[in-house]
């Protein structure tokens, strides 16, 4: 009897032994397997962040690639040196981007002031170039030499071009200038011979438009210029001492003799 219960309870102990080894594997395996699960997650979300990164480095460099090009594009390119040789009847001033580069040294009140000048800029292309340009009239009759035998209607008339610094020529006057006359006199021209022109010689007097020299003007409203043979202009004193290119023309308004004061732009692109 004592040795069957021996038995009984050494058959116990072991089956307890087993029991407890299961459990301590199954507590390991679910140990490793949430361990693994973690792991798992953990590596996810750094390669989701990871991932995140990468592209908001892509969209930040993008970004930045898309800024420069776009300063880039906005730049005014480099600025080199120019030359505008220009022959009027009678004054001319000229500007480049709204700002005053030359003036005739010839006063306009002067009789006969024909004579071309040579101004030096600098500018990036393209550049807006404007040129103010006056024929010569005692008053506002556009009338000259009043009193006088040969008192009569004057006419005008302006050649131009420009050079880089090496001599090349990279505009010139033409008909696609765009014109705007300021001062028409007589607009009746049968008052050449009056005794009195300023009591009657009519004329017309357009304001000249605020900043009509800047860059952004728009002068989508005026007219091209007129081209004009040299037959028909007569161009006199200094016009002979410039070698002009042969696509430059002699522009005008629409008529030489009425038309007084004439307002041209051009942009220059190279």
């Known amino acids: 009897m004592r040795r069957l219960l021996l038995t009984l309870l050494a058959i116990a102990l072991v089956a307890a032994a087993c029991s407890s080894s299961t459990d301590t594997a199954e507590v390991a395996t679910d140990t490793t397997s949430d361990e693994s699960t973690t792991d798992d997650a953990v590596a996810d979300d750094t390669t989701a962040d990871d991932t995140s990164a990468d592209d908001s480095s892509t969209d930040d460099t993008a970004e930045a690639a898309d800024d420069t090009a776009s300063t880039e594009t906005a730049s005014s390119g480099e600025v080199e040196a120019f030359t505008i040789e220009i022959w009027v009847d009678n004054w001319m001033a000229v500007y480049v981007d709204g700002e005053l580069v030359g003036e005739d040294s010839v006063s306009i009140t002067t009789e006969r002031s024909f004579n071309s000048e040579i101004f030096s800029f600098e500018a990036s292309y393209p550049f807006t170039l404007a040129v103010e340009a006056k024929d010569y009239k005692e008053t506002d ?36 200038w765009a014109s705007l006359v ?29 900043a009509w020299t800047a860059v952004d003007f728009d002068d989508a409203a005026w007219t091209t210029a007129t081209q004009w043979t040299a037959a028909e202009v007569d161009p006199k004193i200094g016009y002979d001492e410039i070698d002009w290119d042969g696509s430059a023309e002699l522009i005008w308004g629409t008529d030489l003799q009425v038309d007084n004061t004439v307002l041209l732009r051009t942009v220059v692109t190279g």
Do not use: R, W
């Open 182 to 210: 300021v001062h028409q006199a007589p607009i009746n021209t049968d008052c050449e011979s009056a005794d009195d022109p300023d009591a009657t010689c009519d004329f017309i007097i357009t304001d000249t438009p605020a």
């Open 141 to 176: 009759s556009g009338l000259e030499y009043i009193g006088e035998n040969n008192q009569q209607m004057g006419d005008g008339g302006l050649i131009a071009q420009v050079k880089d610094s090496s001599g090349a020529v990279v505009a010139v006057s033409s008909s696609d």
